[in-house]
């Protein structure tokens, strides 16, 4: 069956980075498209990009160009994703989520992985 | 702030309909992007539970469904049960963003 396990929580202080990692299990990792998607307490979902993993290309949202890198390891099946100079407000869950492109919706996702920035 | 509108939060009796609107514009749902829809119980990741604006999953109750009308899509569920208690997020695809975009998320409870 499909799995996507993500890293533990983190804690990191404001202006660090923090990498989280997504492994992937049960499909051809390659063949999928991987998502990130952030939600800070209380709130809602925020797309942040994607990294096609059989090319390495990605595309990130606008708001986070610049301070968001995702790459990923076909060797292990694994897709990461940075985030460098945080602040308090990226405090959230970060989840990955699996995409097809012939399609656009997210069919399995992460548990989820709790940062917390603190100042 | 999110470019698609859903109410706060719904609310029913255990075996009623509740229905969750999701509205967008000409760069998202009206310019012809699907919409799909998650929900997200206490805790725990979002699931997929209509996808293309009214088809289910595989093991997705036929209580859920969905459809689409202009620049809004809706999701019905009938029937309310308990487990049904969760967050409900709309999700397409916006062209001015060139982006993914959720919609504000709606809580529903069962009374």
């Known amino acids: 069956q499909v799995q996507l396990v993500q890293s533990g929580a983190e804690v990191k202080q404001s202006g660090a980075s923090v990498k989280v990692s997504c492994k992937a299990s049960?499909?051809?990792?390659?063949?999928?498209?991987m998502h990130w998607v952030r939600q800070a307490p209380g709130q809602g979902l925020e797309w942040m990009g994607w990294i096609n993993t059989n090319s390495g290309d990605t595309n990130y949202a606008q708001d986070f160009q610049g301070r968001v890198t995702m790459t990923r390891d076909t060797s292990i099946n694994t897709a990461y994703m940075e985030l460098s100079r945080l602040r308090s407000d990226d405090t959230a869950v970060y989840y990955c989520?699996?995409?097809?492109?012939?399609?656009?919706?997210?069919?399995?996702w992460g548990q989820g992985a709790l940062v917390t920035v603190s100042s | 702030q999110s470019v698609l509108t859903q109410p706060p939060s719904v609310s029913g009796a255990p075996g009623q309909r509740v229905t969750i609107s999701c509205t967008g514009g000409?760069?998202?749902?009206?310019?012809?992007?699907?919409v799909h829809w998650y929900q997200q119980l206490p805790g725990t990741a979002p699931k997929l539970v209509i996808y293309?604006?009214?088809n289910r999953p595989s093991g997705v109750p036929d209580r859920f469904s969905g459809s689409k009308s202009g620049t809004s899509a809706s999701l019905a569920i009938t029937g309310l049960q308990a487990e049904d208690e969760a967050d409900y997020y709309c999700?397409?695809?916006?062209?001015?963003?060139?982006?993914?975009?959720f919609g504000t998320g709606t809580k529903v409870t069962v009374l």
């Open positions: 989520a699996r995409y097809l492109p012939v399609v656009d919706y997210f069919d399995h």
């Open positions: 999700q397409s695809y916006d062209s001015s963003l060139s982006g993914y975009v």
């Open positions: 293309e604006f009214s």
């Open positions: 000409s760069s998202n749902i009206g310019a012809g992007y699907d």
């Open positions: 049960g499909y051809t990792f390659t063949g999928y498209y």
